[in-house]
């Protein structure tokens, strides 16, 4: 028996792969993971419909907290784990995998389009990235901002850098818990314009500190829904797309590093101003 982690892709339920939709259907067990992303435009009984199949929801306590209800079936059932985008684009999914290779349960990973390839629809191009960034919700005692720096680091390099923004699902209201309640927040999904708020606020706490590398004038990318029907890109400076409404989620942000022209004239297609886009 094997235990297969794959891929959905980021649109709805048709982006599955032939192969992996085989796979899906001749499981015993199907998981889907729901909290470090989801499917834009298909629900899960649309999922269950197509599949036909049962899905069970793997929520981060489902996930985090052993996965026995996934690992242990394994031992004498195929059991199918969904993830939405590519399997391995998460940690989580990696320590899933250890987790199983522990227990001699053998695996296989389907891959499939997210956000680390489909963000090449900007028309910035994929090898002039840097390292990856994620943006958390900041709170009213806990603004983290190493994040900055890290777009900063990029930036100095010439290299275009992708931030992932934060989705907060199923997670817990510690200030009921300490009364004993066990009651969850509601769902929250980083905007660009929350992304940007945050960046532009630590970047006036800094003072002129590296301000000829990011400022509310540095050029950059929002993209929402990216890989539907529905997907929007936009272009512009901070300052801009601080105002630009995006819309629904899920939404992720490209600041850009130094461009090349065809970069550029992509950047132009998609931008507020086109004058803020260089002509190289």
């Known amino acids: 028996y094997q235990r297969r982690v794959r891929g959905l892709g980021l649109g709805d339920v048709k982006d599955i792969t032939v192969k992996g ?43 985090e907290s052993g996965c ?11 059991i199918a784990f969904l993830v939405v985008g590519d399997p391995l684009g998460a940690t989580t999914h990696t320590d899933l995998i250890l987790r199983a290779v522990e227990r001699d349960i053998p695996y296989k990973v389907i891959h499939n389009a997210s956000i680390m390839n489909a963000i090449a629809s900007t028309g ?16 009213e005692n806990w603004r983290p901002t190493s994040f900055v ?11 275009h850098v992708l931030c992932l923004l934060d989705i907060r699902v199923k997670e817990i209201d510690w200030t009921k818990m300490v009364r004993g309640q066990k009651v969850y927040e509601p769902p929250q999904y980083m905007s660009v314009n929350t992304a940007v708020q945050q960046i532009l606020e630590h970047l006036k706490e800094r003072g002129a500190e590296d ?26 400076t901070l300052r801009q797309l601080a105002d630009t409404e995006f819309g629904e989620p899920l939404h992720s942000l490209c600041i850009v590093g130094k461009l090349h022209a065809l970069e550029a004239d992509m950047l132009r297609h998609f931008a507020v101003d086109k004058s803020v886009i260089p002509v190289l």
């Open 149 to 159: 720096d890290k777009i900063i680091a990029n930036l100095k390099r010439g290299l």
């Open 21 to 63: 939709l085989e796979v899906v259907r001749s499981c015993d067990q199907v998981f889907l993971e729901a909290y470090t992303s989801l499917l834009i435009s298909s629900e899960t009984s649309e999922l269950e419909s197509y599949y036909n199949k049962k899905i069970q929801i793997a929520d981060r306590e489902v996930v």
């Open 124 to 139: 910035l191009q994929l090898y002039n990235f840097g390292e990856t960034v994620s943006i958390c919700f900041w709170k």
């Open 211 to 236: 301000g000829d590398v990011l400022s509310e004038d540095s050029l950059a990318v929002g993209v929402a829904r990216l890989g539907s029907d529905k997907q929007t890109i936009i272009s512009g």
């Open 68 to 78: 026995e209800c996934i690992l242990g079936p394994a031992k004498e059932q195929n």
